[in-house]
Structure formats: C-alpha cells, structure tokens
C-alpha cells in the first residue's frame, strides 16, 4: 500500500499563496487517483480537491475552487496543491490521500471516504498576520 509524505506548509498572510506537494515514499502515484482534505484545529476533516490517475480531471469542493488548484507531475512521482489568495480560515493540516477505486477513469473522489490510502503526517498551513 502506497505511503504518502506532506510537504510544503507553513506561515503565510492572507492572500497569500502557498504549494503543497504530495510524494510516494514507494511505489508510483501513477496506480492512485489523489486527492487532498485538511483538518483544522477541533473542527472535522474537509475534504478539498481530487485528481485523476491520468491527471486530466479534477474537482474541488465549492470553497477553494476558484483559489486552489491540483496537479500531478508523473516524471517527479509527485501531485501538488497550489493554494492562492489564502484566508486565515484555510488554517490546518493539509494531507493527501489515495484511491485505488475511483469511481471512474475520468472522475475521482474528495476525501476523506472510507478506504482512502496512504495519508501521511500531514503539513501545516497557517495563514495569519
């Protein structure tokens, strides 16, 4: 089962951008359509954005679809989260996660759902002034 490491958090001012990245520690991304969700503090997961396996099709979650944008890069193994125009209330851990059953080929799942794979530690966005 694939193993997922979160990179790319930290401090940032409203409006301000940051880009996440999402490596396999093993095996390839390519099996696994990936997507990300984030958990701020005393509040329930939120899922975000999703990617294909092929990378072609995406889809995000009303709240970041016109400031987040996901991508995968198969030459670096790696799906990314680029974050503009960020909000103090985008504050948490931000993981990503794998889907070895997506609904389709040109279609993925938002996690979190039962059964999603690999999500690592996580990295922290903060997003204060």
């Known amino acids: 089962q694939v193993q997922l490491v979160e990179s790319g958090g930290g401090l940032v001012q409203p409006g301000g951008s940051l880009r996440l990245s999402c490596i396999a520690s093993v095996l390839s991304l390519d099996y696994y359509a990936i997507g990300w969700f984030r958990q701020a503090p005393g509040k329930a997961r939120e899922g975000l954005s999703c990617?294909?396996?092929?990378?072609?099709?995406?889809s995000y979650v009303q709240s970041v679809e016109e400031r987040f944008t996901i991508s995968r890069d198969k030459g670096e193994n790696a799906v990314f989260l680029q974050m503009n125009g960020l909000k103090p209330e985008d504050t948490g851990v931000y993981y990503c996660a794998g889907d070895t059953s997506p609904p389709s080929r040109s279609s993925c799942r938002i996690p979190p759902y039962p059964g999603m794979a690999g999500w690592g530690k996580g990295t922290l966005v903060t997003v204060s002034s």
């Open positions: 990617v294909t396996r092929s990378g072609e099709n995406t």
